[in-house]
């Protein structure tokens, strides 16, 4: 596969897309269901982008509950969060943050069919190809390069505001400017957004480094359990765990906390492969995949319906956690032989 960025068409399209709504008319924003930092981060900077260009009805929605993880519940422009249930029926433009694939959407899927133009930001390699205009850029490290772009072409100048969102963003999805995607235009991206005068060592200890005492003894009960298979993934390791809602409920904890464990797991030095398997529902599961490198984990994810990107991805299984393991050992098996 090759990796290239937006065709120009693509970036006009998307200028005139916005350019071609109403101050008054509505827009609807959508980001991925269980948002993360770059789903929320990018969509609400982009939101408060075109309410600076005086765009009155700018809706932010994600389906499922609305509940945004602790980290992010402060976010500029949050003001412009509504739950699914409020997102405008018939809006006049849908823009899209950080989704792959339709179903990523959940009820709000419709939205796009229900409104003229849809334009899609994202930067998943596996992204479907949905919507009426695609800012699709696989070598983008987070949704919010994209988001930054197109503000840029609509003529938004940063302010602090949209520069923490687009921070928490790009931060988020590099791993704190760790992972292989952290590129020179990665940290010109950070400079211009630190230069608007935000607080880079307040946002990260806010979004990576701190959490209440039950998730830290929830993460400890949940790291103990861990399983490692040396032999899996043709020799190269994996490493497993999971969680489930009794644990969270044992514990008092939001589900949210459980995304963050995947990183204490990947970190071990044994396995190739690291997986989560986190409780959803009565019989449903999130499963979490990560790579060092050996593996594009995005493959196996894709195989059972989920997607991602080639060293970070997951999927959505049915069954007992010992079966979802399974599955996953025997597909890594069949992958790599
Ligand atoms: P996570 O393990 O939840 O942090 O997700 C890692 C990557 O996999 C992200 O880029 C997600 O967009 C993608 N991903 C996770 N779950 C799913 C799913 N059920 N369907 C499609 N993509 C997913
Ligand atoms: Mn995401
Ligand atoms: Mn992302």
Redesign the pocket.
Known sequence: MTLSGPAAEQWAAAVAAVRCTGADDEVQLIC???P?G??LGSMLGFGLGLRRLGYTRVRASFPGEFAVPGPYAGLPGSALLAPETEAYAAPRLVVVF????E??LGGLAGRLAAAPVSVVLDH?A?NTGFGTVRLVDPRAAATSVVADELLARLGVPLDAEIAECLYVALAT?TGSFKFDMTTVTVHELAARLIATGIRPGEISRRIFDSRPFGAMKLTGEVLGRAVLEPAAAGGRGMVWTYATLADLERHGQPPYVL?AL?DPVRSVAEADVAV?VKQVAAGEW?????SKGAVDV?GV??SQ?????RL?????AYGEAADVVDTVRRILDEHLS
């Open positions: 991925h269901v269980n993360d770059d789903a950080d989704v792959a694939s179903s990523r998943h596996s999805d995304d995947i989560v999130s499963v979490s995949l990560r995005s994810a894709m319906g989920g997607g991602g990107h970070a991805a997951g999927f959505t």
